[in-house]
């Protein structure tokens, strides 16, 4: 694996590493950690990469390494950059033969998003988005359930993203909200793109339903934030569901809150972020809990958990969920098998849909017309 | 006390007959029970009333307690019948002198409504509604805090109110159902007046603010039922403030869930109807739990516990609070004295409020337009 | 109803006033309620008494209601006075044929327990003890799930009761701490007793199983104060179960945490006296959770359950159903038919379990042996 | 590092190599996975390493590694085999200059404990016992928070630890249950040794307090089985706290439901394996909630911690704390420096505590005296 971005003050470079490392499958070979050469050395050097595999920017390395006996280089490229230094690095590696596992919202633009959909289509390379939250096994308990008919046809779904960190100009003084508030770095969604399509990814994947239209109430609370920190959005679904998604980073006093609930006409299933281990199954008279590793559980499930019941599982084990599947179909493709479906991931598409939700959202914020469709 | 509806196979009018005793305050003189004269006399026996203060009807009642010396007659009417059948006996009650307690929504027509505002402020009469949630004294303590600042200026509110129990069609067998899915008993808004208006009121009350407009999804999920079962609606709010409000009857598995949360600039507060003596404070970095009758509050909530904290305290003793303090207000006009606004209780404004806010949100899920004004 | 003790500044007095007064069954028609006349009657007339039911000592009560014409009189007394003074009335009102409903623990001594039983036997009357926490609907579907082999051979049974609000020499201020803590009026049980008792009744209630013998650490936390205001205690019981009994006056910030937890071979029961709606069941590999009124459940559940899932019913309401099965039983007797067991409630023999119990305990405290049989 | 033990089936070998590798600072360089040199062989591929480095025992790695030149040796030992087999590897891993980490109890005997202890100290070589749920970040906040003196003068500890995966006999299809019930293998202790010295080590690290003497009710509740599987233990402090200690492998239904709760002079605190990231504090009239990551906390705890609160971080962080502090250790003794206090792990005498422990309640569950001297 060659890192883009990551460098040691970064939040997320450092997810990514724990999160490639965690299954013993992944080694960190290379890394242009920095736009700043010296920066990506000396992150190298903590992370005891020799100096010869530390580059000074995307471009170097994936020229450089490419130029490296096929045993010897990187098998793909992690791309941990702000949101507008994705799509020329993926653009890049793709091109240049390597697979890619990029961080979310794939690109700035759905043009953009498009181009990289049609590269990877061209090349058939690997490319994993980490949409990370679909990597828990409960939340793959619960898109098998759905799709085994358990809670029946779908009518209601409640998606919802609150963090509160957010609430003050924190822009002034954090890096990492400094680029998130940044349309340049950002794209034209802020919350929306950093969060909200976290909460449309997770929804699309555990319902299998996709977003037909919406009508978006997008808010910059903070004074001077140049982007949206708060959206409140209605949602149809295309198979006749109807919901809400709604977000926050203004949600003062709440951490990471990403929360799901889906209604059918036969049941309805809650999953929430902050207590991963649990889904629970409700019925009118019946409410019981479904517990990682616990009891009989989908292979979905089961195939994304390490260890026994009662042993909590978090955030970084899904988020290695991702970088093990994509793995697995980095092997299949260079042994030329096909991907074993049971160990998915977030894909090219994952992120084309992205866009068009934060397209759609940003266009609905503007109109006096009640519905925008995706 | 004289009721009106609430013959035994009703499950609201034992609600209030409980509420109204649990303080020693009120007693259960007289009732209209029903418009069967054997069944209303049949529940009178069972309620050890003598058949002489069991009537057919309430006009009936009214009369002939009216009749009665001062000394001996009811003091108020409790109203307990479906929507249809508030107007008519609060009308009657208050135009012969009668204080009211009263079911929600008030009416079935906001015209209706506005009547008995008139009404009420002519005759200068004691007027409750049983919005019985907002006599939860954590729900107290929440409206203490909001407007002494304690989460600064308000921002994003979500309150929503998630029931599974109509799901199927269940009007066929329920009386329950029956009457709430017929407009003819009902009014025009189906989850939309039987619940929505439960949860706009909580926010009202809470908030201190007033919803300026909102955009709704509304849908009747339940083939051949004639009102909606399920609302999804964005808000503003007068004071800047955004949100959410949803309400469903058909979410399958949710027994009572109505639960809101309030984000100020300085921090955040959640209270759940179903886990009622917790009130949860959070800013960033802190998260309290508030409980019921434990440590400081603020006067309004210790004025509507009753028992140590940890003997936990629930729907009832909250809907015996409306009646505690109407009787307080009753007794006080007897007396000539003000009302102390520690008691405070819903009133014929809210009812108003109520009914202005189901006119809106119908109107609004019929136009393409995206904000319909309260 | 007429009460023994219950002045106007007593906690549980006006406990059992709501308990008695919420289903409509029970009147307040007389009381003795201090032993100081003016407070007595000031209380009375609190409670819209009028004055000449309201008496000056218990006796004054028992033999002035008893010359009374019997379609006047009082059908029962209820006894919630400190520990001492349970005997005396209950004693006299049994004496002369006065049903009674008493506080718990029963007495200060096994002997006085021991001669309540022999005269409630004799006199064929109906005699309540007010462990109340029987009363919840969840703890009777516990009851009838173990009874039914829900989760097989019990194995191990942990049941504690942890409050905090002794944790300071409350009683130099506090009139209810004052009493509980002082030998003349508690008994030689503290905490014990007060709490202790309730731990124990509630286990031997759900399980249908007897402790055996115990070995008990008993302790006084809080300096100068006579009795135990803490123990933990090893527990085995007759049917080879085994287990703890732990309760405490002095966990610091606990409010009133009963909670009980029993596992069989095949299966395990949670629950918790501050979410009493809630009995959660589990087993290897399942975990689900019954509510209140939710679904298929015993009828000894939905007996005691007033109002649909989801609405919480709390320790009141519990305890009203104490006070009804009660009242049901009375009238039994007054028609001459057998109890309906459905309507159960702790009788004079709980009560002489619980002091067998609180003597086995003090005595294990005081010897090196390490069991005591009860 | 070279792992003795840990073959492909086993459990916790690879918890172990997980935790190792989560932050970087630990590379499996060699291992004796399994007594049969194929299972060996075969483990060492599938995890990427050269046959040169897996060795059929682990007396043939500890000399081979030795032979190697310092700078490609491995710097330390990691003992992951069942109880029986941790002497003999750490011993000779000490006798020739490696640092050691060991999986818990530390040996099957005390004697042997006493001698690693020495060895210890002769050698002064960096030694861990995996205790690793002492490695959370809010154990450490709350050891912090009790050694500050937050909640005052310690009073009542009430520790636990019930499982429920040996309700049945699984020792006849399950590997690791049959050596955890076999006295050979797994020691005198059964649930003993396996979780209730878990429960043990979290207590005295948490408090700060050494239990002092106990009374112990030991049970093989499933035929046939030779071991123990659950206790109930009286426990006092040596500072005059007393409390409770009690485990179970047969409580049906629980999955790994370690808990701790402290009460002190004023104020308690609370901690739930399976909930890790919320540490509850209460005082009488005060519940807050600490969060991991959230606001301020102690040193201790924020170092432990990775990700932003609101990410839940579970036991194979907390078991990588363990780890990476070690990994500190050893790094500090390798450059001669002294270790930082702050990244703390628990050590040989935590491993001589754990076999006192063990033998206490081994002693107390055959007397009928009711205290034995830890």
Same mark, same amino acid.
């Given at each position: =694996? ?48 020799? $100096?010869?595999?530390? !580059? %000074?920017?995307?471009?170097?390395? *994936? &020229? ?11 098998? +793909? ?8 230094? &994705? ?10 033969? +390597?697979?890619?596992? #990029?961080?979310?919202? =794939? ?15 061209? /090349?058939?390379?690997? +490319?994993?988005?980490?949409?990370? !939250? ?54 034209? %969604? %802020? ?23 919406? #009508?978006? $109430?997008?808010? *910059? ?11 409140? *959005?209605?949602?149809? +679904? ?5 919901? @809400? ?34 889904? @629970? ?10 517990? /990682? ?10 195939? &994304? ?27 299949? &493709? ?5 991907? $074993?479906?049971?160990? $998915?991931?977030? /894909? ?27």
């Amino acid at each position: =694996m060659g890192m883009v971005g990551g460098s040691l003050e970064a939040f997320i470079g450092g997810v990514h590493r724990i999160a490639a490392a965690i299954d013993g499958q992944i080694e960190l070979a290379a890394g242009a950690f920095s736009s700043n050469p010296e920066k990506s050395k000396s992150t190298g050097r903590t992370l005891y990469l020799p $100096d010869s595999r530390v !580059y %000074g920017s995307y471009e170097e390395m *994936i &020229h450089a390494e490419k130029a490296l006996p096929a045993d010897q280089r990187i098998d +793909f490229v992690s791309i941990v950059t702000p949101n507008h230094l &994705h799509y020329g690095p993926a653009r890049l590696a793709l091109e240049n033969g +390597f697979h890619v596992i #990029c961080d979310k919202p =794939m690109t700035i633009s759905l043009k953009q998003a498009e181009e990289l959909e049609e590269l990877v289509a061209r /090349t058939g390379l690997v +490319f994993a988005l980490t949409h990370n !939250y679909t990597g828990y096994p409960m939340v793959k308990q619960a898109k098998a359930m759905i799709s085994a008919g358990a809670i029946g046809k779908l009518r209601k779904i409640i998606v919802e993203y609150p963090q509160g960190w957010l609430a003050g100009r924190l822009e002034d003084t954090s890096k990492q909200a400094a680029w998130r508030t940044d349309p340049a770095q950002s794209g034209a %969604g %802020g919350g929306l793109g950093d969060i909200g399509t976290h909460a449309e990814n997770l929804t699309e994947y555990i319902t299998g339903s996709q977003i037909a239209e919406l #009508c978006a $109430d997008l808010t *910059i609370f903070v004074e001077g934030r140049p982007l949206d920190d708060d959206g409140n *959005i209605l949602v149809r +679904f295309a198979n006749g569901a109807k919901g @809400i998604l709604h977000y926050s980073q203004i949600a003062n006093g709440e951490e990471n809150s990403l929360t799901i609930r889906v209604y059918g006409e036969t049941g309805g299933l809650e999953w929430k972020q902050m207590e991963p281990n649990s889904l @629970i199954h409700k019925t009118n008279g019946t409410y019981r809990v479904l517990r /990682t590793n616990w009891g009989e559980l989908y292979p979905a499930a089961t195939a &994304h958990a390490r260890i026994p019941a009662g042993h909590p599982e978090g955030f970084l084990e899904a988020f290695a969920n991702i970088y093990r599947n994509f793995a697995y179909a980095v092997r299949a &493709h260079q042994e030329g098998k096909p991907r $074993d479906p049971l160990y $998915d991931f977030p /894909t090219v598409q994952d992120g084309v849909r992205g866009l068009r939700f934060i397209n759609a959202a940003l266009a609905s914020a503007e109109t006096e017309t009640k519905w925008t469709r995706l």
